[in-house]
């Protein structure tokens, strides 16, 4: 009797059903609820075939549509050189995916770098759009002469020079605020009295005299020192220069036609008025006097962009062990809030680095020096924030694999606008008022240097773009796990459906 029924037994068809679940030689367990017997090995087995189809979208992108096949058996490991004949497969392999990727960097290369080019290409073209103030406030030859010489360098490769009334301006108090609120780039005021103050020097034989007097030119230089140290000031200076040389020489030449021999005996006690009787004077509002800010207002904020990226990277592989077993919104409530976790520390850590190279956080009168730097801190905080989410946007869209790709265009797009302001600047980069890194550098510039405030536009903007980003990660998780989750739950139904076995089990 014992072999007939070992016999049947042996006989059992298969139905599909793995042999760990038909025949399971551990002990049975009865799951409650359920009329089945269900053994411990089937369970264990179930188990890991749920946890491996659980939705994991990054970790499939990064394997990639086709998993590299296994060495064949007969291949020995450590035993052959490149070129050997037995790793053939392998190495058409490597000079495959080595070929993809220099064809992929090179279309990367082509359409972000230029764009960086371009940005620069000919900012002394567009030099009109340096918006410079005449003001005559002499009313005499003197501002008459420096006015029209100074609108006739109006054109390509100038300054846009233009007149505005000395009653817009009374005091030159007035006059400096509008320019460090960006009111224009820069302003030659011709003061009041430079043609009598003059004339009256000669006759009196005044040895004080100094025709810098006559003019100022004045500007800010940590508005953007490329801008006005490289183009606005050197243009101002040789048409000044130009201008002062022409009127001083006929000046001169006017007095002597006309004066006498005891006005040229007493001018040996002034000679300046005769030497360099009109020139003019620079008046730098905010001058870029902290050398170090370089490090942070253009490099340093490419750095900020890399450590985000870091982050987004570790991230990915640590949120690998977790999201398997969280639910879609804990698994998006992980992915929003984890970044800032991270930002936090790290924003802090970066900005600590200025300290020791002593930026000064004091020179703005708006802050103490603490509340400067912490202003700097939540600043830097948003900025790594802005960009970093950016960078979890994409490696949801392409998966680890190829998010590096997406590093160089994201740089390129906000480098391109923070170097060179849009005046100096093709219309198309007019789109860098909405980029993180140029709102980062205005803020910074206020912080350290005390220009224009807009620190509410800068803060909007950088808070704008998060949102933006955490909308889309939430968007674009929710998307590429709701195909996988559907698949999981599918599985796990089919799984739970009663299978009877002729023997009387149901497993």
């Known amino acids: 009797?014992?072999?007939?029924?070992?016999?049947?037994?042996?006989?059992?068809?298969?139905?599909?059903?793995?042999?760990?679940?038909?025949?399971?030689?551990?002990?049975?367990?009865?799951?409650?609820g359920l009329n089945r017997t269900v053994t411990s090995g089937t369970r264990a087995s179930r188990l890991s075939r749920i946890s491996s189809k659980l939705p994991n979208p990054e970790r499939a992108a990064a394997l990639g549509p086709v998993a590299?096949?296994?060495?064949?058996?007969?291949?020995?490991?450590?035993?052959?050189?490149?070129?050997?004949?037995?790793?053939?497969?392998?190495?058409?392999?490597?000079?495959?995916?080595?070929?993809?990727?220099?064809?992929?960097?090179?279309?990367?290369?082509?359409?972000?770098?230029?764009?960086?080019?371009?940005?620069?290409?000919?900012?002394?073209h567009y030099t009109d759009k340096l918006t410079v103030r005449v003001?005559?406030?002499d009313g005499g030859d003197v501002g008459a002469g420096v006015t029209s010489f100074l609108l006739s360098q109006r054109k390509k490769g100038g300054l846009g020079y233009f007149v505005t009334s000395p009653?817009?301006?009374?005091?030159?108090?007035?006059?400096?605020?509008?320019i460090v609120q960006e009111g224009a780039w820069g302003a030659v005021v011709i003061n009041a009295g430079a043609t009598d103050n003059l004339a009256r020097a000669r006759a009196s034989a005044n040895a004080s005299y100094d025709g810098r007097d006559a003019i100022q030119l004045v500007y800010a230089q940590a508005r953007n020192e490329i801008a006005t140290g490289s183009y606005m000031v050197p243009l101002a200076t040789a048409h000044l220069s130009q201008i002062t040389a022409q009127l001083g020489a006929r000046s001169v030449a006017s007095f002597l036609s006309t004066a006498d021999a005891a006005a040229l005996a007493r001018l040996a006690d002034a000679p300046g008025t005769l030497a360099a009787p009109l020139g003019f004077r620079p008046v730098n509002l905010r001058p870029y006097d902290q050398p170090v800010a370089q490090a942070i207002t253009l490099v340093g904020l490419i750095y900020m962009l890399i450590f985000s990226f870091i982050c987004t990277m570790?991230?990915?592989?640590?949120?690998?062990?977790?999201?398997?077993?969280?639910?879609?919104?804990?698994?998006?409530?992980?992915?929003?809030?984890?970044?800032?976790?991270?930002?936090?520390p790290l924003s802090f850590a970066f900005s600590l680095i200025n300290l020791p190279f002593k930026l000064s956080f004091g020179a703005n009168?708006?802050?103490?020096?603490?509340?400067?730097?912490?202003c700097f801190w939540f600043l830097m905080?948003?900025?790594?924030?802005?960009?970093?989410?950016?960078?979890?946007?994409?490696?949801?869209?392409?998966?680890?694999?190829?998010?590096?790709?997406?590093?160089?265009?994201?740089?390129?797009?906000?480098?391109?606008?923070?170097?060179?302001?849009y005046e100096l600047q093709p219309w198309i980069y007019r789109y860098g008022v909405a980029m993180p890194f140029n709102n980062a550098n205005h803020a910074i510039r206020f912080l350290i240097f005390g220009t224009r405030n807009e620190l509410g536009r800068n803060f909007g903007i950088l808070l704008a773009w998060i949102v933006v980003s955490m909308v889309n990660i939430a968007l674009a998780t929710y998307f590429f796990r709701r195909k996988a989750v559907n698949e999981h739950a599918k599985q796990v139904g089919e799984r739970e459906k009663d299978t009877a076995l002729p023997d009387g089990r149901i497993v």
């Open 1 to 32: 009797m014992h072999d007939v029924h070992d016999e049947a037994r042996d006989k059992v068809p298969d139905f599909g059903i793995p042999p760990s679940r038909a025949t399971s030689p551990a002990s049975p367990v009865v799951r409650p």
């Open 68 to 124: 590299p096949p296994p060495p064949p058996p007969h291949l020995t490991k450590y035993a052959y050189h490149f070129f050997s004949p037995e790793i053939k497969f392998f190495r058409a392999l490597v000079v495959k995916i080595l070929g993809m990727m220099v064809v992929l960097t090179t279309v990367i290369m082509w359409l972000a770098a230029p764009f960086y080019w371009g940005s620069l290409w000919k900012a002394n």
């Open 135 to 137: 003001i005559d406030r």
């Open 167 to 178: 009653s817009e301006f009374p005091t030159d108090a007035e006059l400096y605020h509008d």
């Open 314 to 344: 570790a991230n990915n592989g640590a949120r690998e062990i977790i999201s398997p077993y969280l639910t879609n919104r804990a698994y998006i409530a992980y992915r929003l809030i984890s970044p800032f976790v991270l930002y936090f």
């Open 365 to 374: 009168s708006n802050f103490t020096y603490a509340g400067a730097f912490f």
């Open 381 to 421: 905080f948003l900025g790594m924030a802005s960009v970093g989410l950016a960078t979890e946007v994409f490696i949801t869209l392409v998966g680890p694999k190829f998010v590096s790709f997406t590093l160089i265009p994201l740089i390129i797009v906000n480098v391109s606008v923070a170097a060179l302001p």
